[in-house]
């Protein structure tokens, strides 16, 4: 999350999708090239990318980048899942996912905001970030299978990251866009207009 955010300042401005997508495609690609060895270096790599992205499409939407709560919201992009039928997180909707990670969103960002990232603090994160895990994980393993498929390594890495990158992309427009809408009008009115028009 730092190595991403360091990256980026506060000023508001209109997000970079297409470089965060070459970004990714040449992490992918040069990653895959190398097989097994190469994820080792990839994985964090394109992982950070992604981030930066969120982060990105984060600031854009209005967020604070230096703002606990909106780390936090972009690491709840991970697990937020997709529209696919095999996405598990997409069968109980996006409200649904957001209502499951909220209590551990919120211990730690009460942790945060008294303690700050100190041992005290770490639980909270870790219940979080083992929840988001659970989910990122699954696409990790579909990745690596991807990229172990011999001669074809660089072209899969870089296939998948540029896919990993427009899913996460199109996952934290909406989830920030969302978000804003919520600072403006409230949680509820935009809750109840998400679920009554039958987007899942």
């Known amino acids: 999350m730092d190595a991403a955010a360091k990256t980026l300042d506060e000023t508001p401005r209109a997000p ?3 470089l965060h ?3 990714g495609t040449l992490s992918g690609g040069v990653g895959g090239a190398f097989g097994l060895a ?3 270096v990839e994985v964090p790599v394109s992982t950070v990318l992604i ?4 982060l ?3 600031r854009a939407e209005g967020e604070v980048l230096a703002d606990p709560a909106t780390r936090l919201a ?5 697990a937020l899942g997709g529209r696919a039928d095999a996405d598990d997180a997409a069968e109980s909707g996006y409200y649904a996912m957001r209502a499951a990670l909220a209590g551990a969103v919120s211990e730690a960002a009460r942790h945060l905001a008294q303690q700050g990232l100190t041992q005290e603090g770490a639980p909270a994160l870790v219940r979080l970030i083992a929840m988001v895990a659970a989910r990122y994980k699954v696409q990790l393993t579909q990745k690596t299978a991807g990229m172990l498929v011999p001669g074809i390594g660089a ?9 990993f990158m427009n899913h996460f992309q199109s996952v934290s427009r909406g989830h920030f866009t969302l978000r804003r809408l919520e600072r403006r009008y409230g949680v509820d009115a935009v809750r109840d207009a998400y679920l009554d028009s039958g987007i899942r």
């Open 56 to 58: 990105d499409i984060a």
């Open 38 to 40: 190469g994820l080792t």
């Open 155 to 163: 072209a899969a890495g870089a296939s998948i990251n540029l896919m």
């Open 21 to 23: 997508k070459a970004l």
């Open 74 to 78: 972009a690491l709840e992009v991970f």
């Open 51 to 54: 981030m930066r992205s969120i």
């Open 16 to 18: 970079s999708p297409r």
